[in-house]
């Protein structure tokens, strides 16, 4: 996986901070970000996930051009597809260094941790998988580290 | 508002209703924001007749982020200098979700004084579905 260009903007913190209901001024009002601690717009902590927009082969976003497996004119627009896409988030863990801010240029670059297996009652054979990613500023200082813990089941998970 | 260590003791607790009924409309606004367009957590036709779930369900870095906000709400902006946790259960539309903190540690650190906190956020029927810890900063 290549290294990835984020850059960070004011706009798009503000539309994060509004998904996940966070009325917190520092994440939206550059006036009242400005008399606070912290001196100016910030983004939430788990803000660093939207890196996803700036992946370009990010396969969890619709592509002009190519099939895409949710639904359209049947339940998936690519036939054949298995039953369960299987991929689930199993943990997710953050350094932070500082906070990120608008006008930061990050770049960032994952890499595969470990693998391993768990056998599960409510969803069979479970496979987790962990990628380890990495957070420069534009001065290529370290700001920020993430863990994340991804896992594909065998079925989707029984909610009995 | 940071917390100061000197009115701060293991076991005291910060919680707050971080989302009520929990709308459809909440995750597509996560799934836009975030870039995660993963059909499961916005796309119902595919989800349940597809991938065999009974709904739509959120994603986790939502919850996550949920959680998040009752902890920098507590601890102040830009003091969190780790925040981990694990998916212990799925989040589904119409969800009520109340996240907690615990003081477990209070700390030196690099020669400042830092908060271990434990992390719980519960639904409606008292079932986990995020666990995790998080480390803050503290004032003297």
């Known amino acids: 996986m290549g290294k990835i260009t984020f850059p960070v903007e004011a706009s798009h913190i503000m539309m994060f901070a509004r998904a996940v209901g966070d009325t917190n001024p ?50 998936s627009g690519i036939e054949g597809k298995p039953a369960s896409s299987g991929g689930l988030h199993a943990e997710q863990h953050y350094e932070y260094i500082r906070p990120l801010r608008p006008g930061d240029v990050l770049t960032v670059e994952t890499k595969p941790g470990k693998t391993w297996e768990k056998e599960s009652k409510r969803a069979g054979k479970l496979t987790f998988r962990e990628r380890v990613t990495e957070y420069r ?23 009995g | 508002m940071a917390l100061k260590a000197s009115a701060l003791k293991v076991g005291d607790t ?53 959680t998040g906000k009752m902890l920098t709400n507590w601890v102040g902006d830009g003091r969190l200098t780790k925040f981990g946790v694990r998916f212990t259960n799925q989040v589904w ?41 998080a480390t803050a900063r503290l004032d003297p």
């Open chain 2, 93 to 133: 539309p119409g969800d009520t979700l109340d996240a907690k903190a615990t003081v477990a540690a209070i700390r030196e650190e690099n020669g400042k004084q830092v908060a271990d906190l434990t992390i719980s956020t519960t639904n409606q029927d008292g079932k986990e579905v995020v666990s995790g810890t």
């Open chain 2, 14 to 66: 910060h919680s707050e209703r971080v989302v009520e009924n929990l709308s459809r409309t909440q995750i597509v606004q996560y799934a836009g924001a975030s870039g995660d367009y993963n059909p499961l957590h916005t796309d119902e036709v595919y989800t349940v007749q597809a991938a065999g779930y009974p709904s739509v369900f959120a994603h986790g870095m939502l919850t996550m982020g949920l």
């Open chain 1, 26 to 75: 520092v994440y939206h009002d550059a006036e009242a970000a400005k008399k606070s601690e912290v001196g100016g717009v910030i983004a939430p902590p788990t803000f660093a996930q939207a890196v996803a927009q700036f992946d370009p082969d990010y396969h969890l976003r619709p592509k002009a051009g190519e099939k895409w497996f949710g639904s359209a004119k049947g339940p």
């Open chain 1, 137 to 159: 500023d534009q001065k290529g200082e370290l700001v920020m580290i993430a863990r994340g813990v991804g896992v594909t089941t065998e079925r989707p998970v029984d909610q």
